[in-house]
């Protein structure tokens, strides 16, 4: 480790900051100190996009670039990346318009403006991502983080699809990669100022090491849970020790027998590799907060968090994960429904933290799995409940069952009573239906301003019915709100 200004590459050169308090965030930077104004504050807790920006980062030797809320970022997590905001891209288009902005312009994609900076970020990133055009979904994916509430989203769309329509204005990546690559050649970061430390390693020996030295240091990965308890809560957080520098903290790798996902990995990267296996998990990933907030959290941020509504932790369980523990040298691994003690009280002990995520393997396993989320909304929405079902079948009885909530009790748990309800027992009807009262036993749910208790317990069971509809009963392909075509305009005619 070495004391150091912060470094990244901005506006085509590096910046280099010192004296300013680790936890300053990179909009508070952008709109206080560089006066780059065109980054806009909305809500300061990664909710509405206002405050939308791109970051870089080398993978593998490429550039990656992804829109993340700045608003909950802190300025040192920058080190090593490049940012760029809503006025790179005046520069890029050689002082008029990017292709991006001009089809904006052409939809009618903006009235008082206050939305527009952020949306132009979004789509700059899916615009550099996806050279050969997007199509209507992918569009929906980019802005789901951003919210406009005086021009209404079809004009959005519209220029999202109509913005490779221009000549291309692209990014010198080279340039960028470069500059990088430059940057990677600076040592750990421990960055000191206004009596607080950052603390930055890069090897997973140096992190755990670090964690051994700084017991109290608060870890952060994507801070999209931690960025909120300092612009909300207004609550200092100490040192901070960063998990985003160590490359193997943020591996995925799959053995014949397990995915092993990095506790680093971010929430897009983890859901992708939970995908592959369990191709039921797609809907929870598109319905995971939004876009931004899975380019900048973290499986591991979602887990060590423990709150009792995290989305991650049903279906996990459910599947029979578990949690890889580093303390120094040693390792041990616990049953996921076992790290969870208490309301937001997890096992790690002082000077430990979270390696990885262990999932079995169910390819060769006939598994029937399922997660399901109730929100008030598609997308950007916390869970009032969340669910999680998986049931072996051995010649038609239930072999084994595994069921897990969000949002019934103080932690993700288990259902032993709707378990014990199901095993041995033929899937069918009423087996559904006196495993989905056998709920009852199990939890007595959160009543809170997300849901009452009374509808909680309600549409759990209604939820396990729902899994036996899918897989046992008529076996019905769910109708899903993605799926549904537009309406025709009216008047529209073949
Ligand atoms: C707008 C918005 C929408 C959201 N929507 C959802 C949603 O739909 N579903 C949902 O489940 N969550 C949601 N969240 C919450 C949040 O995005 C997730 O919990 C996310 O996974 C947190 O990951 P992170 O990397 O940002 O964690 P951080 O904020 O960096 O850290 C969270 C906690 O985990 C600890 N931690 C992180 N990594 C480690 C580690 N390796 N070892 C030990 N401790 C560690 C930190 O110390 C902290 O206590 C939302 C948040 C926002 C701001
Ligand atoms: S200001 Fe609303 S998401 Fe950042
Ligand atoms: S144009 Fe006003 S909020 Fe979007």
């Given at each position: 480790m070495s004391h150091r200004p912060i470094a990244f590459h901005f506006r085509g050169a590096t910046v280099e900051i010192e004296g300013l308090a680790p936890g300053t965030t990179v909009l508070q930077w952008l709109r206080e100190h560089r006066r780059a104004t065109g980054t806009k504050e909305g809500c300061a807790e990664g909710d509405c996009g206002a405050c939308m920006v791109v970051i870089g980062e080398l993978d593998a030797g490429r550039l990656r670039l992804e829109a993340v809320n700045a608003c909950i970022?802190?300025?040192?997590?920058?080190?090593?990346?490049?940012?760029f905001t809503v006025e790179d891209l005046t520069t890029l288009?050689?002082?008029?318009?990017?292709?991006?902005?001009?089809?904006?312009?052409?939809?009618?994609?903006?009235?008082?403006?206050?939305?527009?900076?952020?949306?132009?970020m979004s789509l700059w990133a899916l615009y550099e991502n996806r050279v050969a055009g997007v199509d209507?979904?992918?569009a929906l994916d980019a802005i789901s983080g951003n919210l406009c509430r005086c021009t209404g989203y079809r004009p959005i769309v519209d220029a999202a699809l109509a913005m490779h329509a221009a000549p291309r204005v692209t990014l010198d990546r080279a340039h960028v990669i470069?500059?990088?690559?430059?940057?990677?050649?600076?040592?750990?970061?421990?960055?000191?100022?206004?009596?607080?430390?950052?603390?930055?390693?890069?090897?997973?020996?140096?992190?755990a090491q670090a964690r051994l030295q700084h017991p109290a240091a608060r870890i952060v990965a994507g801070s999209t849970d931690v960025g909120l308890w300092v612009t909300k809560q207004l609550k200092d957080i100490g040192d901070v020790l960063y998990t985003g520098g160590v490359a193997t903290l943020k591996s995925i790798a799959t053995t014949g027998e397990r995915l092993?996902?990095?506790?680093?990995?971010?929430?897009?990267?983890?859901?992708?590799?939970?995908?592959?296996?369990?191709?039921?998990?797609?809907?929870?990933?598109?319905?995971?907060?939004?876009?931004?907030?899975?380019?900048?959290?973290?499986?591991?941020?979602?887990?060590?968090?423990?709150?009792?509504?995290?989305?991650?932790?049903?279906?996990l369980i459910a599947l029979g994960a578990s949690v890889v523990l580093r303390k120094g040298a040693a390792e041990r691994e616990l049953p996921m429904e076992d790290f969870y003690l208490a309301y937001q009280k997890t096992a790690l002990e002082a000077g430990e933290f979270l390696?990885?995520?262990?999932v079995p393997r169910g390819r060769n396993t006939p598994v029937l799995f399922r997660t399901y989320k109730i929100a008030k909304r598609y997308e950007q929405d916390i869970s009032a409940v969340c669910a999680a079902f998986a049931l072996v079948l051995e010649g038609g009885r239930i072999?084994?069952?595994?069921?897990?909530?969000?949002?019934m009790a103080a932690t993700p748990k288990r259902a032993p009573a709707c378990e014990a309800a199901l095993t041995g027992q033929g899937w069918n009807e009423a087996t559904a239906m006196r495993a989905a009262a056998a709920l009852a036993r199990d939890y007595q749910p959160l009543d809170d301003l997300r849901a009452s208790a009374a509808y909680r317990r309600e549409v759990a069971g209604q939820m396990l019915i729902r899994f036996?509809?899918?897989?046992?009963?008529?076996?019905?392909?769910?109708?899903?709100?993605?799926?549904?075509?537009?309406?025709?305009?009216?008047g529209a005619r073949a």
């Amino acid at each position: 480790m070495s004391h150091r200004p912060i470094a990244f590459h901005f506006r085509g050169a590096t910046v280099e900051i010192e004296g300013l308090a680790p936890g300053t965030t990179v909009l508070q930077w952008l709109r206080e100190h560089r006066r780059a104004t065109g980054t806009k504050e909305g809500c300061a807790e990664g909710d509405c996009g206002a405050c939308m920006v791109v970051i870089g980062e080398l993978d593998a030797g490429r550039l990656r670039l992804e829109a993340v809320n700045a608003c909950i970022q802190f300025l040192p997590t920058l080190d090593g990346k490049a940012l760029f905001t809503v006025e790179d891209l005046t520069t890029l288009a050689g002082g008029s318009l990017h292709p991006v902005q001009q089809a904006l312009v052409d939809a009618h994609a903006s009235q008082c403006g206050f939305c527009t900076p952020g949306f132009v970020m979004s789509l700059w990133a899916l615009y550099e991502n996806r050279v050969a055009g997007v199509d209507r979904d992918q569009a929906l994916d980019a802005i789901s983080g951003n919210l406009c509430r005086c021009t209404g989203y079809r004009p959005i769309v519209d220029a999202a699809l109509a913005m490779h329509a221009a000549p291309r204005v692209t990014l010198d990546r080279a340039h960028v990669i470069a500059a990088l690559q430059r940057l990677a050649g600076l040592p750990d970061l421990e960055y000191t100022a206004h009596g607080r430390t950052f603390l930055a390693p890069k090897s997973l020996e140096a992190f755990a090491q670090a964690r051994l030295q700084h017991p109290a240091a608060r870890i952060v990965a994507g801070s999209t849970d931690v960025g909120l308890w300092v612009t909300k809560q207004l609550k200092d957080i100490g040192d901070v020790l960063y998990t985003g520098g160590v490359a193997t903290l943020k591996s995925i790798a799959t053995t014949g027998e397990r995915l092993e996902i990095g506790a680093a990995a971010s929430l897009n990267d983890a859901y992708d590799a939970l995908i592959a296996d369990h191709p039921e998990w797609t809907e929870l990933k598109r319905r995971f907060a939004s876009l931004p907030i899975r380019n900048a959290g973290t499986l591991g941020g979602n887990v060590a968090n423990g709150s009792p509504i995290g989305d991650s932790m049903p279906g996990l369980i459910a599947l029979g994960a578990s949690v890889v523990l580093r303390k120094g040298a040693a390792e041990r691994e616990l049953p996921m429904e076992d790290f969870y003690l208490a309301y937001q009280k997890t096992a790690l002990e002082a000077g430990e933290f979270l390696r990885a995520v262990r999932v079995p393997r169910g390819r060769n396993t006939p598994v029937l799995f399922r997660t399901y989320k109730i929100a008030k909304r598609y997308e950007q929405d916390i869970s009032a409940v969340c669910a999680a079902f998986a049931l072996v079948l051995e010649g038609g009885r239930i072999a084994q069952a595994r069921v897990a909530f969000g949002g019934m009790a103080a932690t993700p748990k288990r259902a032993p009573a709707c378990e014990a309800a199901l095993t041995g027992q033929g899937w069918n009807e009423a087996t559904a239906m006196r495993a989905a009262a056998a709920l009852a036993r199990d939890y007595q749910p959160l009543d809170d301003l997300r849901a009452s208790a009374a509808y909680r317990r309600e549409v759990a069971g209604q939820m396990l019915i729902r899994f036996w509809h899918e897989t046992g009963g008529a076996r019905e392909a769910a109708v899903r709100i993605e799926d549904l075509a537009p309406v025709a305009a009216a008047g529209a005619r073949a």
